[in-house]
């Protein structure tokens, strides 16, 4: 019974269950205001003492990733050269010579580059946290502070946190740190995606958590995304036995994907360049269901020419050779600006020039980029499938399905907009298939920033009303007999995988990590138990009525 006992909850992202004392970071530091000038004869002292405290932090960042792995150590290289920029470091130096000490410089130079990066956008803008969080490093330095962030445990502990840096998961144990719970973010933030990779349970978006103290030794179940303080034992040890089964039961899953009465329900892999997808080829993954090209190019100053193109293409058709791939033409704008691809200055580039939209400015870049898929293609003896991201009306699907067509290629559209939700029976007039984005869905539907972890509930895709857009979408599929599937991370979450299954969607496409708890969970359910369950989280007011409308039948 747990009725009597402290209970929290938030959002699920990662399913699983953990039970053990949970551990908090350590604080930030605080640089008190007006703090005493520096005396001109000791300024040259100030500025040594601040570059060694500043060398120090960016090698205990060099020291950590040379102890993780390839993605988390690129993260911690990265922020180890924030630590020592000539730039940041020019502008305190500055700052102490016009008399400030080197804890008051850290942090207003910090902020300037603050200022200068949220106004760049992007990904610039997203590594403010980043930027952050080297100086608190460097200021505890300074002040001769516990370094701030994330102790390392000796026992396996679950880590609470208001919300997570990436240098703080970059170098996460998942020995160690055996669940994540966080206070902001969303099931698409920082923290959750690290979380799904190193297969950790985790809640986030829990309001709260700060009552949970550090030691307290809780329960933690990631699929309904519930943190009990202070359990019985005894339950809680039955509880992570269940767990243990499931996770050897998960382990086990080879695929294809299948419900328990046989119907099949094909899940593939999100990919972002060769690399991933020859480790995703290693899973059980039945196909490639995004290959988000974009990410391939954010750091080039010009468009790669279309035999270089091919030869990345290449790579990916050929890890996956003789499956299904669908690749998706550039996403580039918004959170993904192409530095190759002109972009406006907009006040609102979520709902500007992005995705298929800036064919419009920049000429030929899609007729190069479809050339380039089909020359791919072509050697590997495939027909891949190629889709448009942010198509919102007929007339773009149409558009689009003419260019793919010609050259052989087979022709679709993501739906992200709520417009071609709505539409979706004119838009499959003109395309082969159709692939729900339900991050982007989520947020146009929501009118909510899937980047703000303020609004993680509404960005939640649970919500019933992206559910009811999906079922929208599913329904034109099933009347045009054509195919429906999901690649945003609503397909990541098992019990919503059956959940849209029950929808009418036909196939899954989602991080590799997932693919495993994804396709064992959907082998428990019949399809009509998907199909029931469809229909009561549809008739639920939000997404946590849908949530446990959901656990209730398929839990
Ligand atoms: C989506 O919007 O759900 C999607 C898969 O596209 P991205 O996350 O790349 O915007
Ligand atoms: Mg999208």
Redesign the pocket.
């Known amino acids: 019974m747990t009725e009597d006992r402290e209970v929290v909850r938030g959002t699920p992202v990662v399913p699983g269950i953990a039970y053990a004392p949970v551990i908090w970071p350590a604080p930030r530091p605080e640089v008190a205001s007006g703090m005493p000038r520096i005396d001109g004869s000791l300024r040259d002292g100030e500025k040594v003492r601040f570059e060694e405290a500043a060398n120090v932090v960016s090698q205990r960042l060099h020291d950590r990733a040379s102890a993780v792995s390839d993605d988390a150590a690129g993260v911690l290289r990265a922020n180890a050269a924030m630590a020592v920029d000539r730039g940041w470091m020019g502008a305190v130096h500055e700052l102490i010579t016009g008399g400030a000490p080197a804890e008051e410089g850290v942090v207003e130079a910090t902020e300037q580059f603050v200022t200068l990066f949220t106004k760049m956008g992007g990904l610039m803008a997203e590594r403010v946290t980043d930027l952050r969080d080297v100086r608190d490093r460097i200021v505890s330095e300074l002040l001769g502070l516990p370094e701030p962030g994330i102790p390392t445990p000796v026992t396996p502990s679950i880590l609470c946190a208001r919300d997570l840096a990436p240098a703080d998961t970059a170098g996460l144990d998942p020995e160690m740190i055996v669940g994540l719970v966080t206070a902001l973010g969303g099931p698409?933030s920082h923290t959750a995606i690290i979380a799904r990779q190193l297969g950790i349970p985790c809640v986030v978006a829990v309001p709260g958590l700060e009552t949970v103290a550090s030691g307290a030794t809780v329960l933690l179940n990631g699929e309904a995304g519930e943190l009990i303080v202070e359990p019985d034992p005894d339950e809680a040890r039955s509880a992570v036995e269940r767990g243990r089964t499931e996770r050897m039961r998960i382990q086990a899953w080879k695929g294809p994907g299948r419900t328990s009465d046989g119907a099949a329900v094909p899940i593939l892999a999100?990919v972002q360049d060769g690399v991933g997808a020859r480790s995703a080829g290693a899973t059980a993954a039945e196909g490639v269901g995004?290959f988000?090209t974009e990410l391939c190019f954010l750091d080039r100053d010009s468009e790669p020419g279309v035999d270089e193109q091919a030869d990345i293409y290449s790579e990916v058709l050929e890890a996956f050779a003789g499956r299904k791939v669908v690749i998706r033409t550039l996403?580039a704008g918004s959170d993904k600006p192409l530095p190759f691809a002109y972009h406006a200055d907009e006040a609102n580039p979520a709902l500007g020039v992005r995705g298929i939209r800036i064919a419009a400015d920049n000429p030929g870049i899609l007729s190069r980029q479809l050339d380039a898929i089909a020359v791919a293609g072509n050697r590997a003896q495939a027909r891949p499938w190629v889709m448009a991201?942010m198509i919102a009306t007929p007339a773009e699907a149409e558009s689009f399905g003419r260019q793919v067509r010609a050259r052989g290629l087979v022709p679709g559209v993501?739906v992200?907009v709520p417009s071609a939700a709505l539409l979706a029976d004119r838009i499959l007039e003109h395309v082969d298939f159709l692939s729900i984005?339900?991050?982007?869905?989520a947020q146009y539907t929501m009118a909510a920033d899937r980047m703000s972890s303020d609004l993680a509930s509404l960005t939640d895709p649970w919500q019933p009303a992206v559910l009811t857009l999906v079922a929208r979408t599913a329904e034109a599929g099933i009347a045009a007999e054509k195919p429906v599937g999901v690649?945003?991370?609503a397909a990541a979450d098992p019990l919503l995988a059956c959940v849209l299954i029950g929808l009418g969607v036909t196939s899954l496409s989602c991080a590799a990590a997932s693919v495993s708890a994804v396709g064992a969970k959907i082998g428990t359910v019949s399809l009509d138990e998907c199909r029931r369950a469809a229909r009561d989280v549809l008739a639920a007011s939000d997404s946590a009525q849908a949530r446990d409308a959901a656990l209730r039948s398929l839990g």
């Open positions: 698409t999100n995004l988000r996403d991201p993501m992200e984005g339900t991050n982007d869905l690649c945003g991370e």
